[in-house]
């Protein structure tokens, strides 16, 4: 990975500190804890899997090889403690460690594959998501990922800080990463968390002690909320892929989120910075074509060059990330979301673009 961000020193602590860092201060956590907080849970349901969407169809994020995805719960190393079984702690798989420079606790879950060089392993790093991006780690049809749930931040520094040096701990620990493809997903306060964490300081410039953002996450997601930048921080700059799924009812994402979206929109150039609503076509790739989904709404700005920029809105669905009143199977926001992923990376460009849903 020369010359890619990950590999820089930034500001005042670079990599090569991060690991020495790390050798001293991750500390070994004992008991369970809790890696999830915020407003509301919604639906707590996650389901077997059998409704989720085929992950098997969607093209772009392919494994490169043939290996099957074996979950890992346990990693090699020190500071690290394995879940209960309870689903508390980092839910059913996972392990928690401890961010070197922050201080900061995640859980994270991965295939094995991504222990080793040319795993080519997307990163998700969730906020306030549940550990729902766990879940397909040990489903054989989908290709092999790293997965890591933060504690949720609401202090726009802070959250830079952290979602900064989350990356360049895991390029470490697992050689597998595809650093072309990191992606920040938050639900809920973690929404503002995620895009908060991608702005630019004042200053104008992104910047942390532990490195950049906006040029290393391939997307930004929010679930249940709208992205907006604390007082004192810019809109991001751009060349980075936004996607975002609410409820028309739900009080965080007024209007759904469509203000923000189109200056989103104007900055990553799209072509059709002004888009309305439009009802989801049955063919549509993300939404499960079945009764009720006419009571859904899809949103997409065009052709943009520095990134896709598109939403969908759930009628008569509040701050949840499960949509049940009106599709059955359920559409939930987490399947959508995983697989709207699929295919976008950094640096953009032709072709490394993923599922696109349609209108009627």
Same mark, same amino acid.
């Given at each position: 990975?020369?010359?890619?961000?990950?590999?820089?020193?930034?500001?005042?602590?670079?990599?090569?500190?991060?690991?020495?860092?790390?050798?001293?201060?991750?500390?070994?956590?004992?008991?369970?804890?809790?890696?999830?907080?915020?407003?509301?849970?919604?639906?707590?349901?996650?389901?077997?899997?059998?409704?989720?969407?085929?992950?098997?169809?969607?093209?772009?994020?392919? %494994?490169? #090889? $043939? !290996? *099957?995805?074996?979950?890992?719960?346990?990693?090699?190393?020190? +500071?690290?403690? =394995?879940?209960?079984?309870?689903?508390?702690?980092?839910?059913?798989?996972?392990?928690?460690?401890?961010?070197?420079?922050?201080?900061?606790?995640?859980?994270?879950?991965?295939?094995?594959?991504?222990?080793?060089?040319?795993?080519?392993?997307?990163?998700?790093?969730?906020?306030?998501?549940?550990?729902?991006?766990?879940?397909?780690?040990?489903?054989?049809?989908?290709?092999?990922?790293?997965?890591?749930?933060?504690?949720?931040?609401?202090?726009?520094?802070?959250?830079?800080?952290?979602?900064?040096?989350?990356?360049?701990?895991?390029?470490?620990?697992?050689?597998?990463?595809?650093?072309?493809?990191?992606?920040?997903?938050?639900?809920?306060?973690?929404?503002?968390?995620?895009?908060?964490?991608?702005?630019?300081?004042?200053?104008?410039?992104?910047?942390? %002690?532990? #490195? $950049? !953002? *906006?040029?290393?996450?391939?997307?930004?997601?929010?679930?249940? +909320?709208?992205? =907006?930048?604390?007082?004192?921080?810019?809109?991001?700059?751009?060349?980075?892929?936004?996607?975002?799924?609410?409820?028309?009812?739900?009080?965080?994402?007024?209007?759904?989120?469509?203000?923000?979206?189109?200056?989103?929109?104007?900055?990553?150039?799209?072509?059709?910075?002004?888009?309305?609503?439009?009802?989801?076509?049955?063919?549509?790739?993300?939404?499960?074509?079945?009764?009720?989904?006419?009571?859904?709404?899809?949103?997409?700005?065009?052709?943009?060059?520095?990134?896709?920029?598109?939403?969908?809105?759930?009628?008569?669905?509040?701050?949840?990330?499960?949509?049940?009143?009106?599709?059955?199977?359920?559409?939930?926001?987490?399947?959508?979301?995983?697989?709207?992923?699929?295919?976008?990376?950094?640096?953009?460009?032709?072709?490394?673009?993923?599922?696109? #849903?349609?209108?009627?």
């Amino acid at each position: 990975m020369t010359g890619h961000p990950l590999d820089a020193k930034s500001g005042s602590v670079g990599l090569s500190s991060l690991i020495k860092n790390f050798a001293v201060t991750v500390i070994l956590i004992a008991g369970w804890m809790g890696c999830s907080s915020g407003a509301g849970r919604g639906d707590q349901d996650i389901g077997d899997g059998t409704e989720r969407m085929d992950a098997a169809n969607a093209s772009g994020m392919d %494994s490169g #090889g $043939t !290996t *099957s995805p074996t979950m890992e719960t346990k990693a090699p190393g020190d +500071g690290e403690v =394995a879940s209960t079984k309870d689903g508390m702690g980092c839910g059913e798989v996972g392990v928690i460690r401890v961010l070197p420079g922050t201080g900061s606790k995640y859980c994270v879950a991965w295939n094995k594959q991504c222990e080793k060089p040319g795993g080519n392993c997307p990163l998700l790093v969730a906020v306030n998501m549940d550990h729902r991006f766990f879940k397909y780690l040990s489903d054989p049809t989908s290709p092999p990922y790293i997965a890591v749930e933060s504690y949720q931040e609401t202090d726009g520094q802070g959250v830079k800080d952290k979602l900064a040096e989350i990356p360049r701990v895991i390029t470490k620990d697992f050689p597998g990463l595809d650093p072309e493809r990191i992606y920040a997903i938050g639900w809920s306060a973690g929404a503002g968390a995620v895009s908060r964490g991608l702005c630019m300081s004042s200053k104008n410039y992104d910047e942390s %002690s532990f #490195g $950049t !953002t *906006s040029d290393i996450y391939a997307a930004m997601v929010t679930a249940g +909320g709208c992205s =907006a930048c604390s007082d004192g921080f810019m809109p991001i700059a751009g060349n980075t892929h936004v996607f975002a799924t609410n409820g028309s009812e739900d009080p965080f994402a007024a209007e759904g989120c469509v203000p923000k979206l189109k200056a989103l929109a104007k900055i990553n150039g799209c072509s059709q910075p002004e888009a309305k609503w439009c009802n989801v076509a049955p063919a549509d790739a993300l939404v499960p074509n079945a009764p009720g989904n006419d009571r859904v709404r899809r949103i997409s700005f065009g052709t943009c060059p520095r990134g896709d920029v598109e939403a969908y809105l759930f009628m008569d669905e509040g701050h949840d990330i499960t949509y049940k009143k009106h599709l059955d199977p359920r559409a939930r926001s987490y399947d959508m979301i995983f697989r709207w992923l699929q295919g976008r990376r950094k640096p953009l460009g032709a072709g490394q673009y993923g599922p696109v #849903g349609k209108c009627q």
